[in-house]
């Protein structure tokens, strides 16, 4: 399948992308490409820092740049933020790149595995983060299978066999996918 030599990765903050990115690109020689560190990299500041001068909007400009620059690529394992499906034009172009992978997680693994960081601004500074988490989930869900190739629970199971099961899905003859 020469479109789909890239795997993009999708879902909510604390699904894993970044972490079963890396290892997926490891195993398989490919380039890894996170879209949040894409983005700190150009900018030369952290997210937050982007959040707090230019909004959640401003943020959502440099995102999409990024996105459509980096899913014109081939061969690249990216982990995209929570919130890269939100536009219409990133799905079209995720959709069409690559073999996109929604890595799923309940609001309460969402909750565990976001629960150190400090670098997620969405997060930071709400009364109730299980709420705000749900909010996200309900909205972003749909639009996160409405892309999916496949779709992956990841609740309680770990990055190395999530990264194997993406393998064993895409090593699959096609027609089995
Ligand atoms: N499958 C997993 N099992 C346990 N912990 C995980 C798993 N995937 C990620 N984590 C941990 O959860 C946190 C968030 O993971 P991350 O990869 O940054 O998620 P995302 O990029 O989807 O927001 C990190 O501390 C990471 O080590
Ligand atoms: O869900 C979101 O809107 C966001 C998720 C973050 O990425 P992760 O999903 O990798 O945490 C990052 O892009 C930014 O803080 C906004
Ligand atoms: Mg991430």
Do not use: C
């Not at 604390?14 to 949040?36: C, N, P, Q, Y």
């Not at 034009?89 to 150190?116: E, F, I, K, P």
């Not at 990055?159 to 003859?173: C, G, T, Y």
């Amino acid at each position: 399948m020469m479109s789909k030599t890239n795997i993009f990765l999708v879902g909510p903050m604390g699904a894993g992308k970044t972490t079963v990115g890396k290892r997926l690109a490891e195993t398989r020689g490919m380039e890894f490409i996170d879209s949040d560190s894409e983005i700190e990299i150009r900018t030369g500041v952290d997210i937050p820092l982007i959040f707090e001068k230019e909004g959640e909007d401003g943020f959502r400009k440099r995102e999409k740049l990024v996105i459509a620059e980096l899913a014109q690529r081939s061969h690249v394992v990216l982990a995209t933020g929570g919130g890269a499906v939100l536009d219409p034009d990133n799905r079209q172009w995720l959709a069409a790149r690559g073999l996109v992978v929604y890595l799923h997680a309940s609001v309460d693994q969402q909750l565990q595995r976001t629960a150190r960081t400090d670098h997620r601004p969405l997060l930071q500074n709400v009364p109730d983060r299980r709420a705000t988490l749900q909010r996200l989930f309900e909205m972003r869900d749909p639009l996160y299978r409405e892309i999916a190739d496949l779709v992956i629970q990841t609740d309680g199971r770990n990055a190395r066999v999530l990264a194997r099961e993406i393998e064993d899905h895409i090593d699959r003859p096609a027609t089995a996918l």
